[in-house]
């Protein structure tokens, strides 16, 4: 926690400890929800009501969002009634959903009795589309217009309702049946003539999503044109929501981290990592180690099938954590690269061919830099330095050369694995670290016996 935090902390619980309630709302006032919500989790939970109702109507609500769930689920069940149906009114739809899909039966169905029907209507909707979906994320607080309006009826429109959506900045054009038709923003509204059509003036090159596109490929949208909001529609094209920017943020950080967590080879969990339990830790990691730990017996199985060799030749032994260690850094590289380059769109499985052509010669630079680095690294340090005359010059030699070799296979292992996932529906982050090792580790150690036996003629 930053010094500027533990100051703040510290006066909050000294102005609570003397009950000045003026002084406490005059700071907590000044502060944006967001800076609220991270003060609250380090106060004690027993302050937090008070210091809840002390916030002004909005604000609270604003702030109650940026709050982690055990936080509100306290909040709500201390609230009263008439507190929590103030808080619900002052919360925007998707946010809303958000929260009710982190609570317990009995407390959602507090805070949807206390929802106006309308409202709970909407938040019912929300939660009934598939999860992950743009549906899922969308709001449907958002300021539509008419094609026969004039900018004068427009404004006066947004004036009288925008008050209660998310964002007026975008406002969006259906005809009677709701079919989306254009949009226009509110700079364009502003800065029009009074007397202008609606229809005369939108832009008609709409750029939407639908309610069961994937929430990933929604954010890549928005990210893609630069927008503020994109509108959601039916198979009708009927408008029925917006996806604003801040939602999309929040899909990026959520999808990114349960991508690293799939490249560590952890099942993806939603808790926080202090949150989360040992338990639950243990069963997002153990599948997975397991799996790899089975997978693994190959790699064993390949040094029982070369026992001979390594007799013949114990020297040989020595270099195979190198070799295996090599490939899988290698491999790893190209699949992360290929797989972040996936999740932004820059890459389809049509470009396969161009991957493994671009990482074959990657492959060939690096390979033969590694291999001369280990060449003279073998015949200084482990035979001049440290005197180990079993190392021949054939061995150095049958060292390099598969170091070369693998580096070659596990760059394109690491390349394609992705791609394939990708094409056959899985997710490319799962073909990361954990598994590229493994398949690396086995064909390091298949290429080192098969070269070593060619060129030591055992």
């Known amino acids: 926690m930053a010094d500027e935090q533990v100051l703040m902390v510290s006066t909050i619980e000294a102005l609570v400890e003397g009950k000045k309630y003026s002084t406490l709302r005059d700071v907590l006032v000044t502060m944006q929800p967001a800076d609220i919500a991270e003060l609250f989790e380090e106060i004690d939970n027993s302050k937090l009501p008070l210091l809840f109702r002390l916030l002004p109507k909005e604000q609270a609500a604003d702030t109650f969002v940026e709050m982690d769930s055990d936080q509100q689920e306290l909040l709500i069940r201390g609230f009263s009634d008439a507190e929590l149906k103030e808080v619900v009114d002052e919360l925007y739809v998707d946010d809303a959903a958000d929260i009710v899909e982190e609570m317990p039966a009995n407390v959602v169905r507090r805070i949807l009795q206390q929802a106006d029907p309308d409202k709970r209507k909407m938040i019912n909707e929300v939660l009934n589309y598939p999860e992950d979906s743009a549906g899922s994320i969308m709001t449907t607080e958002y300021v539509t217009l008419r094609p026969q309006m004039t900018m004068e009826d427009a404004i006066k429109h947004i004036r009288r309702t925008g008050i209660d959506k998310e964002t007026i900045y975008t406002c969006y054009v259906t005809n009677n049946n709701r079919v989306?038709?254009?949009?226009?923003?509110?700079?364009?509204?502003?800065?029009?003539?009074?007397?202008?059509?609606?229809?005369?003036?939108?832009?008609?090159?709409?750029?939407?999503?639908?309610?069961?596109?994937?929430?990933?490929?929604?954010?890549?949208?928005?990210?893609?044109?630069?927008?503020?909001a994109v509108p959601v529609v039916d198979k009708e094209n009927r408008l029925v929501g917006i996806v604003t920017v801040d939602d999309a943020i929040d899909v990026m950080e959520e999808e990114a981290t349960e991508d690293i967590e799939k490249m560590a080879a952890i099942t993806p969990t939603d808790k926080p990592y202090l949150k989360t339990s040992v338990f639950d830790l243990w069963k997002a990691r153990i599948p997975w180690l397991l799996l790899l730990m089975v997978s693994a017996t190959f790699t064993g199985m390949i040094i029982t099938s070369f026992e001979d060799a390594l007799s013949v030749l114990p020297v040989l032994t020595a270099f195979i954590p190198m070799l295996m260690d090599t490939g899988g850094n290698t491999g790893s590289q190209a699949s992360v690269t290929v797989i972040r380059a996936l999740s932004l769109g820059d890459l389809e499985f049509k470009d396969i061919l161009q991957v493994m052509w671009k990482e074959s010669r990657v492959a060939v630079l690096c390979g033969v830099v590694l291999a001369a680095a280990n060449f003279l690294k073998i015949r200084l340090v482990d035979v001049m330095l440290m005197g180990n005359s079993s190392i021949t010059v054939a061995v150095t030699f049958a060292v390099c050369i598969t170091l070369a070799l693998t580096v070659l296979c596990a760059k394109l292992v690491g390349c394609t694995l992705p791609l394939l996932a990708k094409k056959l529906g899985f997710d490319p982050a799962v073909m990361a670290s954990p598994f590229i090792t493994t398949i690396v580790d086995a064909l390091a150690l298949l290429i080192y016996f098969r070269t070593s036996m060619t060129i030591l003629h055992m």
Do not use: R, W
Request: glycine share 4%.
């Open 180 to 228: 989306l038709i254009g949009y226009l923003s509110l700079k364009t509204i502003i800065m029009s003539e009074d007397d202008a059509e609606v229809s005369a003036i939108m832009g008609t090159d709409i750029i939407s999503v639908t309610t069961t596109d994937d929430q990933e490929e929604v954010a890549a949208t928005l990210s893609t044109y630069d927008l503020l």
